[in-house]
């Protein structure tokens, strides 16, 4: 038998909250040699700008307990050792999943290294209604990030037109996720309407986008994900980390830096690591803010 390494723990209070941090020391993603406890710093630094989005929403962590090197498995349901003051919800009667309200139920789901945190569109107050409709923009090699940033500028046009609010975001990876705020909508409805708008695009340049499926038609082309509207889907929550070989965060950007990024041919200046999404965070707040915001409503597409 291989012997176990022994488990070090730090008490801490957190907003009236007493917490026992594990194994800080160990490292999580060992080519930045970043270990938990910036993991947990980080979350705990980036709470008055997460919160806001994980509010209300039945959490999906997706856990690293030995580092991105290691296995790691989805976690919907609230465990039985969450302390007593972590809230629940459902938006299923068959799970009951953690809701993050609050700072220290941030901390708490961090020291369970839970990378990377994913959200539905609604919330458990009325998961019949999503707040957002997303557009995940997903570029199929050899197309790329800056391919991306010229779908996403496309479809701010249309939405714009449409009077309907559009904030953007990295995925962590190659892709963009745009958020448009939302009401009186169900999950069909911003499907419907999200499929619709990729098709038009489509229609437009089929060399370079598709909304089809079928990852055969996917290389060189950009597929606008019209289906993660579905009530039963998650997308990885703004100002997550994500598992990459370095802690690269899920961050939002302006369309400014959009624009910039694609007239500058400068994919890596959308590329944010944790730390550089704290010094943002302080100096220019939450350009996401609006998707939690008040939501319009969806116009009819003739």
């Excluded at 037109?161 to 909508?185: D, E, I, Q, Y």
Aim: glycine residues 6%.
């Amino acid at each position: 038998m291989v012997p176990r390494s022994k488990e070090t723990k730090t008490v801490t209070e957190i907003a009236g909250r007493r917490l026992t941090l594990t194994n800080l020391d160990k490292v999580l993603y060992p080519d930045a040699g970043f270990t938990k406890a910036g993991v947990v710093d980080y979350y705990a630094r980036i709470g008055p700008v997460i919160i806001p989005h994980l509010r209300r929403r039945p959490l999906t962590m997706v856990r690293y307990p030995n580092g991105i090197a290691g296995e790691s498995f989805f976690e919907k349901r609230c465990p039985s050792h969450a302390p007593s003051w972590v809230a629940t919800g459902t938006a299923d009667p068959d799970l009951t999943a953690c809701l993050v309200d609050d700072l220290p139920t941030l901390v708490w789901v961090a020291n369970l290294a839970s990378l990377e945190l994913h959200t539905p569109q609604a919330t458990v107050d009325d998961a019949a209604h999503p707040t957002s409709m997303v557009f995940d923009l997903d570029p199929g090699a050899p197309a790329g990030t800056l391919d991306c940033c010229r779908v996403a500028l496309q479809l701010r046009e249309l939405l714009d037109r449409l009077g309907l609010v559009s904030v953007v975001k990295t995925s962590g990876s190659k892709g963009l996720h745009l958020a448009v705020p939302v009401t009186r909508a169900t999950a069909d409805d911003t499907k419907s309407f999200a499929r619709a708008l990729g098709q038009l695009l489509e229609k437009q340049e089929p060399d370079r986008v598709t909304v089809n499926m079928n990852k055969a038609q996917r290389p060189g082309r950009v597929f606008v994900d019209w289906s993660q509207n579905d009530r039963h889907k998650t997308t990885v929550c703004v100002y997550s980390l994500r598992a990459q070989a370095r802690p690269i965060v899920s961050a939002p950007v302006t369309w400014d830096e959009v624009a910039d990024a694609l007239d500058r041919n400068d994919p890596e200046s959308l590329v944010f690591e944790a730390d550089a999404v704290l010094r943002r965070a302080e100096r220019i707040g939450d350009p996401f803010a609006a998707n939690v915001g008040e939501g319009r409503e969806l116009p009819k597409l003739a």
